[in-house]
DNA sequence: TGCTATCCTATGGGATATCATGGAATTTTA
DNA sequence: TAAAATTCCATGATATCCCATAGGATAGCA
């Protein structure tokens, strides 16, 4: 089985910016690690710029590879490539996780999306997100007006099964 | 894993042109150097001229081996391969860093891209780029604006997932 | 089915190493 | 030999490591 990342919970941010990962999380960025060994620690990348400025999303280091792999078949010098390496690159950082399986946020990141001491994760399958928790709220409230004003033919639930063959 | 140029940060340049080089990219670096040991400090090329005026690149030298061997590729006197020849190996030079982590960029250098007394460095995959911060801040608004008026179909994100198969 | 031992998780504090940066000393070079 | 460049120390700030604790969950056992 591929684990992928579910579920939400909130955590203390403490002075040092140290936050625990879920350890349901701590499964899926091991697995999603090539040099990840039974007693280290697993990489993964954080990406915080880009198209949402309101949060941070974490991907394990072989989902974030196969992104990296189709933007180095751009043309190099092309304006979609250095848009995207932009965007996913340069926006973005390597993470380690520590033994107790935090890591840390440092004061740049806390600032971009306006954490002071608490953080809430949702898992998101090939990702996860970090967010402020009233701005965490906020998305909810806005994403289920936004689902409950959408006709019948653009409910996202019922394309799904079309995609299917 | 084969780490990239990931993230970005701001560095003093001192009175003798001295900057440190983020720790992270110093990984990079060492990594992409076939000469690089343990204890020894490693090298790279910066490439000042060609296609962006307003930047300085640094490859590694396996990434920069790549360029190089592309170039190879064209006919010899074709205009196209002068001209690139002229770009990424006429200007650019070899850097090594110090053992603190700091390279110098020379008076020249600093000229080229409008360098005072800092200086921001920003990770592009594969190579990063060293930006005067009022430069690299315009780059960025640019970015943003022309993002934004990109149609659907042009949006670099969505044509990732058609490379993908 | 209640008790206890064990493990894992979330969190905190202090010690230590690394990083970014500045200045002095020394070598090189024109 | 003066200017420029390079090497060598120094230091505060930050990040990382190491240890400690408390609560919850689980498992085994009587």
Redesign the pocket.
Known sequence: MIRRFRGE?L??V????R??V??AF?RVLEEGDPDFSRGSSPNFVIVYGGVRGDCLEGYTISSISKVDKLISKLPRFSKDREMLERFINTQSTYM?L?????I?L??RLKEKIGIRDEAIFAGMGEKFQIWEPKNYQNELNALDTSFKNLSEDENPFLKLDQLQD
Chains 1, 2 share one sequence.
């Open positions: 919970s955590h203390k403490d002075a040092k910016g936050v625990s879920p350890a701590r380690q520590d033994e107790t399986g935090r840390v440092s004061y």
